[in-house]
């Protein structure tokens, strides 16, 4: 029987690929206020700024591959019973070949009704003022913005709370939720942190092994470790 494998993985691994975190330039998201862009408030008041901000985000998604990270994670589904949480909104797991990937912050290649949260479409090219659901209710992009609840949050502390061996990579793990799900791992439970300038962690009961590498680097050697783990 295969060990559960548990990745929490953020803006670290899509980096490398090419899309840029707004973590890395003081808050700006490709020259935006995150608040301007990716809060409800940003979105009432000024909702052709943030449809723009993010057509062209998808655009930029259509033009990136997944890097090496991202393509061993998936071959590890050979060796592993692997779930894949992410705060990524990227569809680069899922490119790779990752069959189980959980969206805590939603899919920019989906949207959903402003009215019915459970009005959610595919959607691949420009979402413009006056598309709408079948209510003719306007749509936004399918992520969760600051402020928002994150409604995968219940499912990824069930995953968590069954993982074998836990993984954070690419993650500052200050954004919460997210950040506290490696609080609800069993105690007994190997965890792996790879990430250039890894967080202090605190108050764990786990083995950690910490890898200061950024992630196509970082997860060659998780995989050898998993692998003598193993």
Same mark, same amino acid.
């Given at each position: ?18 899309? #840029?975190?707004?973590? /890395?330039?003081?808050? %700006? ?6 608040? /301007?862009?990716? *809060? ?5 008041? !000024? *909702? ?11 655009? $930029? ?23 894949? @949480? *992410?705060?990524n909104v990227d ?16 899919? %920019? %290649?989906?949207?959903?009704?402003? @009215? ?9 090219? /420009?979402? !413009? ?5 079948? #209510? ?26 069954? &993982? ?6 690419? *993650? ?9 799900? @490696?609080?609800?791992? !069993? ?27 950024? &992630?196509?680097e970082g997860v060659?050697?998780? #995989? $050898? ?6």
């Amino acid at each position: 029987m295969k060990k559960k494998l548990v990745i929490l993985t953020g803006a670290g691994i899509s980096a490398e690929s090419g899309i #840029k975190t707004f973590r /890395d330039a003081g808050g %700006l998201w490709e020259g935006h206020n995150v608040m /301007d862009v990716a *809060t409800l408030e940003g979105w009432k008041k !000024n *909702t052709e700024l943030v449809l723009d901000f993010y057509n062209q985000r998808r655009k $930029q998604l259509h033009e990136v591959q997944p890097n090496v990270g991202h393509e061993i994670l998936a071959e590890l589904e050979k060796h592993f019973e692997v779930f894949i @949480i *992410t705060q990524n909104v990227d569809n680069l797991h899922e490119k790779s070949g990752s069959s189980n990937v959980l969206h805590l912050h939603g899919e %920019l %290649l989906k949207v959903r009704s402003t @009215i019915n949260k459970n009005y959610i479409l595919d959607w691949t090219d /420009d979402l !413009n003022f006056g598309d709408v659901d079948d #209510k003719g209710n306007q749509l936004r992009p399918h992520i969760v913005w600051f402020g928002e609840e994150v409604p995968a949050l219940e499912e990824a502390l069930e995953i968590t709370q069954q &993982a074998d061996i836990f993984v954070v990579i690419g *993650t500052s793990l200050q954004v919460y939720p997210a950040a506290g799900l @490696i609080e609800f791992t !069993n105690p007994e439970i190997p965890i792996f942190y790879i990430d250039p300038k890894p967080a202090m962690m605190r108050n764990l009961r786990n083995p950690v092994e910490i890898i200061p590498m950024n &992630a196509t680097e970082g997860v060659l050697v998780l #995989k $050898q470790m998993l692998f003598d783990l193993h």
